[in-house]
């Protein structure tokens, strides 16, 4: 089982940093560039900090896209996602990166602009994903029941209560009626395209999701279930995401 039990919060992000930065420099090696997914979000501040600490990575070969974003917000609202990224990652790196495409969740014809983005992403293999996994067990914003079917690389979405709670309670919003119903997704099998996907899912608010995710049924009700049939995932959690696990595959993980 591709699933790494990692002893704390700041080991997780460390330990997924460094498998998926060897798996960066493999693909810049291999190929001269490197094309990556990066994700947001609570659980993703410990990996993002040590990936930037990563030495021996030329990130002026590197294209990024990112996940998700939400409708109608604006890039300077504190939840943004383009902005998080922007200010935690990209503007952190010691050299530009060769490309950085962000999802215009505002954008004035967002249905011409997902296109756009989706016919970029086409264009060549996704070397590394980086993810996490929601609470309610959505891989980006692809809630229960996910579409596994749709080719499309991005999708319009509405966000179950679950899904919005959690931006809530991570302190993203003031109150539930200001979170957005709405986010422009990554779907599924775009998600599953990338040669390799690198899954952090830290936090004992996790924990559910850790079970349906590899325990439960395969399923568009566990969406993120979907990465068991990928050739090259794998998943860091900590001690406390892992704490629903039976002792059977508790057993057969990767303790660090």
């Known amino acids: 089982m591709n699933l790494v039990i990692c002893k704390d919060k700041l080991t997780c992000g460390a330990e997924a940093a460094k498998f998926g930065a060897e798996k960066i420099r493999q693909a810049i090696a291999a190929q001269g560039e490197c094309r990556i997914i990066l994700a947001t979000g609570a659980s993703q501040f410990e990996m993002l900090s040590a990936l930037l600490n990563e030495e021996g990575i030329d990130w002026s070969k590197v294209t990024m896209f990112h996940l998700d974003e939400y409708v109608g917000l604006p890039v300077t609202h504190p939840a943004s996602f383009r902005k998080y990224l922007t200010e935690r990652f990209v503007e952190k790196l010691p050299v530009k990166m060769k490309e950085v495409n962000l999802v215009e969740g505002d954008a004035a014809d967002l249905k011409a602009s997902i296109s756009a983005l989706g016919k970029k992403i086409a264009e060549k293999p996704i070397d590394v994903c980086f993810i996490g996994i929601g609470e309610n067990g959505h891989i980006a914003f692809n809630d229960p029941p996910a579409d596994f079917d749709t080719e499309e690389p991005y999708l319009i979405v509405n966000l179950d209560d679950v899904c919005r709670n959690q931006q809530l ?64 995932c794998r998943t860091f959690c900590d001690i406390p995401a892992a704490a629903e696990l039976s002792s059977f595959t508790k057993d057969i993980c990767t303790l660090k």
């Open 169 to 232: 309670g991570e302190g993203w919003f003031p109150n539930f009626e200001a979170v957005p119903k709405q986010a422009v997704s990554m779907s599924v099998r775009q998600i599953m395209k990338s040669r390799c996907i690198v899954n952090t899912v830290p936090d004992a608010r996790k924990a559910h999701a850790i079970k349906i995710t590899f325990e439960e049924e395969l399923s568009p009700m566990h969406p993120a279930s979907v990465i068991r049939l990928h050739p090259d």
